[in-house]
């Protein structure tokens, strides 16, 4: 995982998976994140991460997130992506390296998944995304949390 350097505020440097979270957001989808005030531009959170995956918390009800990297293969290939969450999780995936030409909706959960749950809804999986040695992409996870627990978590398969 790295992160190429950007003027973007929610795009970090590369080596790093930035998390930005957005605090009282009411409802459980992504589409009341979508239309927060303060999405994307000025989240109340920020940190980053080590993996792209959160586990499983409670006591914070009412927020979303956009967690944000930069991805290179050391093998060149066909990929596959999953994703579970509570309750939306999306995945997006650039072309290249810049955030502006990524995808539409890869993969998404359309309400709570388990960890272990990557079966669970259909949409959930990408098909085969070809990516190539050495060059890196972007992707970004965004993620809505209405009440009760949270977390989100993104599987690789070659």
Request: aromatic residues 12%.
């Amino acid at each position: 995982m790295g992160k190429a350097n950007t003027t973007l505020t929610c795009v970090g440097d590369r080596g790093r998976i930035e998390r930005y979270r957005y605090d009282n957001i009411a409802g459980s989808t992504l589409n009341d994140l979508y239309a927060a005030a303060n999405y994307p531009g000025t989240p109340q959170f920020s940190a980053a991460m080590n993996v792209m995956g959160l586990p499983s918390t409670s006591g914070l009800n009412n927020f979303g997130q956009l967690v944000s990297a930069f991805i290179s293969v050391p093998v060149s290939g066909n990929y596959r992506f999953n994703i579970t969450g509570d309750d939306q999780t999306a995945l997006f995936l650039s072309n290249n390296h810049d955030p502006a030409n990524k995808q539409s909706t890869l993969a998404i959960v359309l309400a709570f998944s388990n960890m272990t749950e990557h079966n669970k809804y259909v949409f959930q999986s990408t098909a085969n995304v070809y990516l190539q040695a050495g060059q890196y992409y972007y992707i970004e996870i965004n993620q809505k949390q209405g009440t009760g627990t949270s977390q989100f978590d993104l599987f690789r398969q070659k």
